[in-house]
């Protein structure tokens, strides 16, 4: 196959030469350009507003989208991207909700290329709560900010074993379809490291969502949309009103309501299809496709309140609340039935345990029979009768004739999310501002588990089940001050913060961790996902507090530099001392380079270090075996030698350029190395005889039971060095009667595992974080306006990826190594508005239906899946859609 290194370097100068190209272009046309083509800074008194680096900050007028003032990253005021000393994306909110998807997950990666999400369809909670990732670091490596304000994380912890969705894996990051797209004035992406202006997990970037703060004015809005295949129907009906709150204040109130149904692209699973010849595809799950890999079905339900209240001189009330309701339902993996054993097919040992070599059902023992009559029970509810048996009986459970197809449990969950943010602020008529918040908010994945049972219980058995619920609560309180001087371009500032995190677990019911009595043939548990027992339930908290110190100003007329320093506690986990250097000369009004170095810093979640959490995955030969995430002090993670957690550190270095050679150009380069130490990962082992017996010696109950299984605990297993390089060129041109906004992205990233520690993760997983998410991507856009009629094409180009098998493989990679070409997508959408009230669009995303390359991997193959389930960009194809609007 070609040299990658050869291809991305020609991608590189390809886009080096359009931006010439496109600068050249504009500057001929741009009659009334000037020679500087930075944005106007806001007037002094809207500065100062916007020094706290909160809502509120007033945007400036500017002719293309780069060059809004930003908030994110600087506490100096009136900046633009390109005088920022940090990379920095600014996007509208036009952008983000022009868009069939209202997911900002979705919205967010499709735009900007240094962000990726994946779609695994069954993956436990990460089907519901899709991570986002910059720069191929882990999802909660990037902060989330509302408003400036720190967004709770989502209660999921991401369990899902290589290779599915490798840089997920033991992250617990923000669930970026929480917030509705009607709410959202614009979306700041920093791409720099900034825990020391934010704290821990910004090592990555941080994504600051801006929301409205319009006092009047209404929007309705219905969109109807399916896939090519004729499936995935969306609905979504959303409105956002602006009121005023006495004579400047204001209220402003985005709503959300988003139905969508399942998408199907698998194949027959292989199992399924061999019954489905016995027993007719109408028995078997899915019209005998066993099970399904597609979107999951939703219902969500969003709601954002943002509010503005001036007080007396300069002082103003601020705060905003937030409440989403999701229900999502997917599916999980088939399971066979019992057949007769002369067509060969194996049943689920749920169902059945065979006499060595046969597919015979083997004879219950005696001892069995009588500790079931000794418990009480009758062995008719738990085993079949065979009277050709020592016993009576047979290991056959009797809950297998409610299956004559297999069964395939749906899985499910209700989440629900808020957040409260209350603050006063004040200081914007002097040179001293001021900010104090405090925020509150919670985030719950109630798991819900249909068509299941619990072998364990056999005919006694319940078939849906609430395996548990996970909590995430977070509540934080912090202080910001800016000072900024007359006769000085000198800007200090210097806060501290407090910061309270609380992960719970909730039992399962009973039917989902009931231990029946043939718990040792059939196993125990709801099938699928396991309740989350009563040890593993519990309430754990985590305090940290920091304070900060920042200092940015001009050293001469063309030279600003930075610096600022952060320290931070976190109980348990001691403290870190972190700090950022930056600085920026500009060469010329319209050239400068800029750079910044700095350290950060992440700390383990108490959902990291407390997860306890059992499903079911497949090995090699596509059965279905127990899969277990442990805490790190638990027993079974002990044995299989977990340390305590510590927390991840890292250095980065950026280094670019921006060139502004008119009003209507905008470009940059930035070129980016981070090194991080102490990575937290998820270790795979499995569970043998030796550490069964480990267990059992101390006491451990039903140890006898993990023999064979998958075991996982959070380690500070590897470090990462990642370097790459964005390329940003953004450009305006007259056409015709009506004005061309053209604007290309690149980035680049490579990432080399490094520092493995020994008898942690296992070669594949180093394989596929440094393979799996390609190294290249490309977004270049058009955005034509003329009078009533609106277009916008999107050229969205994925480079090519390899990924293992993970744990289907044999651990060796690049022998086991599986490669996928790129691929090229394209979006349209075309609006016309009909007058100041009414528009109306219609427009497609893959528009040319391109699919990932077929699934490579003989496992998968056999479960089912078609097309290759690590793409970029999922498999779902071409989808089509119509929305309507009215502007009051």
């Given amino acids: 196959?070609?040299?990658?290194?050869?291809?991305?370097?020609?991608?590189?100068?390809?886009?080096?030469?359009?931006?010439?190209?496109?600068?050249?272009?504009?500057?001929?046309?741009?009659?009334?350009?000037?020679?500087?083509?930075?944005?106007?800074?806001?007037?002094?008194?809207?500065?100062?507003?916007?020094n706290t680096n909160k809502a509120g900050t007033n945007k400036a007028k500017t002719t293309t989208n780069l060059q809004e003032v930003v908030v994110t990253g600087t506490h100096r005021a009136g900046l633009s991207p390109t005088e920022s000393i940090s990379p920095i994306d600014a996007f509208s909110g036009k952008q983000i909700a022009e868009q069939p998807s209202a997911d900002l997950t979705d919205t967010l990666t499709s735009i900007v290329p240094s962000l990726t999400t994946q779609r695994f369809p069954i993956a436990d909670g990460t089907a519901f709560v899709r991570p986002v990732s910059l720069r191929n670091l882990s999802p909660d490596q990037t902060l989330v900010l509302v408003d400036g304000v720190r967004f709770h994380r989502s209660a999921l912890v991401n369990l899902q074993i290589d290779p599915l969705g490798t840089f997920n894996q033991g992250a617990q990051a923000v669930d970026f379809s929480v917030f509705p797209s009607n709410a959202i004035e614009r979306v700041e992406v920093l791409r720099d490291g900034a825990s020391v202006l934010y704290g821990s997990d910004a090592i990555a970037g941080v994504v600051n969502v801006i929301l409205k703060k319009e006092p009047k004015g209404a929007t309705v809005s219905a969109e109807w949309g399916e896939y090519g295949k004729g499936d995935g129907d969306l609905r979504r009906y959303d409105a956002d009103a602006g009121f005023p709150l006495g004579a400047d204040g204001f209220v402003h109130v985005s709503a959300e309501h988003e139905t969508t149904d399942p998408t199907s692209r698998g194949i027959p699973q292989g199992g399924a299809a061999a019954v489905a010849a016995v027993v007719g595809a109408n028995q078997v799950p899915y019209d005998g496709l066993g099970q399904r890999w597609g979107d999951p079905q939703t219902k969500t339900n969003k709601l954002f309140v943002n509010a503005g209240l001036p007080l007396a001189g300069d002082v103003q009330l601020y705060g905003y609340g937030d409440f989403m309701d999701k229900k999502v339902l997917s599916s999980f993996f088939y399971r066979n039935p019992v057949l007769p054993a002369q067509y060969g097919i194996s049943g689920r040992s749920t169902l059945v345990s065979y006499a060595n070599g046969t597919l015979t059902p083997a004879n219950a023992p005696q001892s069995l029979v009588d500790s079931i009559v000794a418990g009480g029970g009758n062995p008719a509810n738990y085993l079949t009768a065979n009277a050709a048996s020592p016993s009576g009986w047979e290991l056959l459970n009797p809950i297998y004739k409610q299956f004559p197809g297999g069964y395939s449990p749906l899985f499910g969950a209700d989440i629900a999310d808020h957040q409260l943010v209350g603050g006063v602020r004040g200081g914007g008529q002097s040179n001293l501002q001021w900010d104090v918040h405090y925020r509150n908010g919670s985030n719950e994945v109630d798991y819900q588990l249909q068509?299941?049972?619990?072998?364990?219980?056999?005919?006694?058995?319940?078939?849906?089940?609430?395996?548990?619920?996970?909590?995430?609560?977070?509540?934080?309180?912090?202080?910001?001050?800016?000072?900024?001087?007359?006769?000085?371009?000198?800007?200090?500032?210097?806060?501290?913060?407090?910061?309270?995190e609380t992960y719970i677990i909730h039992q399962g019911d009973a039917g989902s961790i009931e231990v029946g009595p043939t718990a040792s043939v059939f196993g125990v548990g709801s099938d699928a996902f396991q309740g989350f027992p009563t040890n593993a339930a519990g309430r754990f908290t985590q305090n940290s507090d920091s304070a900060y110190f920042d200092a940015e100003t001009n050293l001469t007329d063309k030279w600003s530099g930075a610096a600022a320093v952060r320290y931070e506690h976190a109980n348990g986990y001691g403290s870190k001392v972190v700090y950022k250097l930056s600085s920026r000369y500009?060469?010329?009004?319209?050239?400068?380079?800029?750079?910044?170095?700095?350290?950060?810093?992440?700390?383990?979640?108490?959902?990291?270090?407390?997860?306890?959490?059992?499903?079911?995955?497949?090995?090699?030969?596509?059965?279905?075996?127990?899969?277990?995430?442990?805490?790190?002090?638990?027993?079974?993670?002990?044995?299989?030698?977990?340390?305590?957690?510590q927390t991840e550190t890292s250095k980065s270095l950026s280094v670019g350029a921006v060139w502004t050679p008119t009003d209507s150009v905008t470009t940059s380069l930035d070129y980016y190395l981070i090194r991080i130490a102490n990575r937290i990962g998820l270790v795979s082992k499995t569970v043998t005889q030796a550490t069964v017996d480990q267990l059992a010696s101390g006491g451990y109950p039903n140890a006898q039971l993990l023999l064979g299984s998958d075991a996982s605990y959070f380690g500070n297993a590897f470090d990462s060095h990642v370097r790459g390089l964005d390329f940003v060129v953004d450009t305006r041109h007259p056409l015709g009667d009506g004005t061309l906004n053209v604007d290309f992205r690149y980035n680049y990233n490579k990432q080399d595992v490094v520092k493995v520690k020994p008898d942690t993760l296992n070669n594949d997983f180093v394989y596929d974080l440094e393979h799996q998410v390609p190294k290249s991507r490309a977004v270049l856009s058009f955005d034509y306006n003329l009078h009533r009629f609106d277009a916008i094409a999107r050229i969205n180009q994925y480079g090519g990826w390899s990924t293992t098998v993970g744990l289907f493989g044999s651990n060796n990679p690049p022998n086991d190594v599986d490669h996928y070409s790129g691929k090229t997508l394209l979006d349209l959408e075309a609006r016309y508005k009909f007058n100041d009230t009414f528009s109306v669009a219609v427009g497609g995303n893959n528009v040319f239906d391109t699919y990932p390359g077929k699934e490579q991997n003989a496992t998968l193959q056999f479960l089912g899946v078609k097309y290759a389930l690590t793409s970029p960009f999922g498999f779902n194809g071409a989808f089509w859609y119509a929305r309507v609007t009215a502007n009051f």
Wanted: glycine share 10%; aromatic share 6%.
């Fill in 586 to 645: 500009a060469f010329t009004d319209t050239f400068a380079l800029r750079g910044t170095y700095n350290t950060g810093f992440r700390t383990p979640t108490p959902g990291q270090a407390n997860t306890l959490n059992v499903t079911t995955t497949a090995n090699a030969q596509g059965g279905l075996i127990p899969s277990g995430t442990y805490p790190v002090n638990n027993p079974v993670a002990r044995a299989l030698g977990s340390a305590p957690l």
């Fill in 1 to 50: 196959m070609p040299n990658k290194t050869s291809i991305d370097v020609v991608l590189v100068r390809t886009a080096l030469a359009a931006a010439l190209l496109m600068a050249w272009s504009a500057q001929a046309q741009d009659q009334g350009a000037t020679d500087n083509g930075q944005a106007a800074p806001p007037s002094a008194t809207a500065a100062k507003q916007g």
């Fill in 451 to 500: 068509g299941s049972i619990n072998p364990s219980l056999g005919m006694l058995s319940p078939t849906n089940f609430h395996p548990g619920k996970l909590t995430q609560r977070e509540q934080g309180a912090g202080a910001d001050f800016v000072r900024s001087f007359d006769n000085s371009p000198l800007t200090l500032a210097f806060g501290a913060q407090w910061r309270q």
